[in-house]
């Protein structure tokens, strides 16, 4: 029986999690807030972490879930880290220290964490249930690790045995103590070396950058990557994490926290899941991994201010974890396609290719709402390219009134359209508005001519084309029904015994007449959704002119 892939992950991991016997599990995942969080981070972390908890609660198991921020972590400063900066060269003193500690390049918050999780952190919930726990390393150094810290230091001889296994080159040497405090003068964390323990909270250490020698507190700095990792694990009790595809390796890096924990620590480690990075597609073609300290990508910010959440949420669920997508905002019409058309799947309105693709699209589809199910009766669906037309030839302050009665004029939709279409529609115009404007391209923003400024296009168009647009002129006004069927048929019935260039060139005057530049939107759809009366105005215009 074909099944989606996350009904599958979802019994495997209840069998293995109803093994361990708990009355509460706990799902984590980790980010490290380097520069940048992209949507791509919203991927295994969150949505497929999220989908799966619900899932299984479902089934009656009771699970916490966190998001853990790596905000101890050094800050590299890359040269695109750097650029965030207004003067580059007066931060690069900030190299090495705890990311928590960067200063916010633009100023308006805290610290630079702070700034770069405003486009991320407020938005988990739009695409999710929201239930999910934000908790940072830098806090957990200062509460729950504290513990797993002193076990390390009993224990440092077999961690250091342990760890060795995996590098190769520099191992470290007997009598290593794994802390990595935070300088006192540099402040940094990335140079410092632990050479003596004083007591059981507190470490002298000497700075490789500065030459400082001094004492702290255990709490005040880092574990190395490794231990820290396993050490999430002892502080919350994972029983299940995702993870990138860097640490699926067979001996790599998530293989190494397995044997430490196991072997050292003494404690089952989180069943895992690896994913594969999502790519980044530009309006140029071009296609990279995002990268959050190489500044690559776009945030659930940017997401959200052009398309709903579950529009995301559909394609994460609806790719198995280890293959790769590719997202771009320009692209966001064609999500909206291809979701409509899982949406006809999933009420039977259409027919799916073969059983496999009806299973993944319409589970995908059924999955995709943040909080609560799809409606019961198919919504109305108004492609998203009209919206943003419509948001363009109608003033903002009537997008609501007029705009549905415009959608409704032209058979878009229905005299009475059901609650959740219309709640659809109104969320969406303004969110085309801003995709036009920011991402559409020369073809999809537009100012419309004034009736003036038209009239003085029309006396530019060449004679043999101006008997053409009379007869567009004659042929719309007798329409029986404004739509934008019948108005394209008129259009196709005027220019079908054109040459081609003769048609390309009556559509390029077409565009000068109506906004003023050689091309833009699909001529039906523009001229349905301006309505009879003003649609023609521009085109009566010829009756004056010669």
Request: net charge neutral; hydrophobic share 35%.
């Amino acid at each position: 029986m074909i099944r989606h892939w996350i009904d599958e992950l979802a019994d495997n991991l209840y069998n293995a999690l109803t093994k361990r016997g708990k009355e509460v599990y706990v799902f984590n995942g980790g980010l490290s807030v380097s520069g940048l969080q992209h949507v791509g981070r919203l991927r295994g972390e969150i949505i497929i972490a999220e989908t799966l908890r619900r899932i299984l609660s479902e089934r009656g198991l009771k699970i916490k879930q966190y998001l853990t921020l790596y905000t101890q972590d050094a800050w590299k400063g890359k040269e695109q880290q750097l650029k965030q900066f207004p003067n580059p060269g007066e931060v690069a003193r900030y190299k090495g220290n705890p990311l928590i500690r960067v200063p916010d390049p633009k100023g308006c918050h805290g610290n630079w964490v702070e700034h770069y999780w405003s486009d991320f952190g407020p938005f988990i919930s739009e695409f999710t249930d929201g239930n999910i726990e934000v908790i940072t390393t830098t806090d957990m150094y200062k509460d729950k690790m504290k513990q797993f810290i002193k076990l390390t230091l009993e224990k440092r001889e077999e961690v250091r045995k342990t760890i060795n296994k995996y590098r190769g080159r520099k191992p470290y040497p007997e009598g290593w103590i794994p802390i990595e405090p935070v300088c006192e003068k540099c402040g940094r964390i990335d140079t410092t070396e632990a050479v003596r323990l004083i007591d059981e909270d507190h470490v002298e250490y000497v700075c490789e950058h500065c030459g400082y020698k001094g004492v702290t507190e255990i709490s005040n700095g880092k574990l190395m990557w490794r231990i820290e990792w396993v050490g999430v694990w002892w502080t919350l009790g994972v029983d299940f994490e995702p993870y990138g595809k860097d640490h699926a390796m067979p001996g790599g890096s998530r293989d190494s926290c397995v044997d430490l924990a196991v072997n050292v620590y003494g404690i089952k480690p989180p069943e895992g899941l690896p994913y594969e990075w999502v790519e980044w597609r530009t309006p140029t073609g071009q296609i990279a991994d995002m990268g959050s300290s190489d500044f690559l990508g776009f945030t659930p910010r940017d997401w959200v201010e052009v398309a709903h959440p579950h529009i995301y949420r559909f394609i994460v669920l609806k790719t198995p974890p280890m293959k790769k997508y590719a997202v771009g905002l320009h692209e966001v019409p064609q999500y909206y396609s291809q979701y409509y058309r899982a949406e006809r799947i999933y009420y039977g309105l259409e027919k799916a290719k073969d059983e496999e693709e009806g299973i993944i699209l319409k589970r995908s589809y059924e999955l995709s709402y943040p909080k609560g199910a799809p409606p019961r009766e198919p919504p109305e669906q108004i492609p998203y390219t009209h919206l943003a037309v419509l948001a363009q030839i109608i003033p903002r302050d009537k997008w609501v009134e007029e705009g549905l009665k415009r959608l409704k004029n032209i058979g878009l939709l229905p005299a009475e359209p059901s609650r959740y279409g219309v709640q659809r529609v109104l969320e969406t115009i303004p969110r085309a508005y801003i995709w036009a404007v920011k991402y559409g391209g020369e073809a999809n923003v537009f100012t419309l001519n004034t009736i003036e400024e038209a009239g003085k296009k029309a006396r530019e168009i060449p004679g043999e084309y101006r008997g053409l647009f009379i007869e567009l002129y004659e042929g719309l006004s007798t329409l029986r029904e404004w739509s934008e069927e019948a108005i394209k048929n008129t259009m196709v019935n005027i220019t079908s015994s054109l040459e081609k260039n003769k048609v390309n060139d009556f559509y390029k005057y077409f565009y000068m007449l109506y906004i003023g530049k050689p091309s833009g939107p699909r001529a039906a759809p523009l001229l349905a959704l301006m309505g009879r009366e003003q649609a023609l105005r521009y085109l009566e215009v010829f009756k004056y002119t010669k």
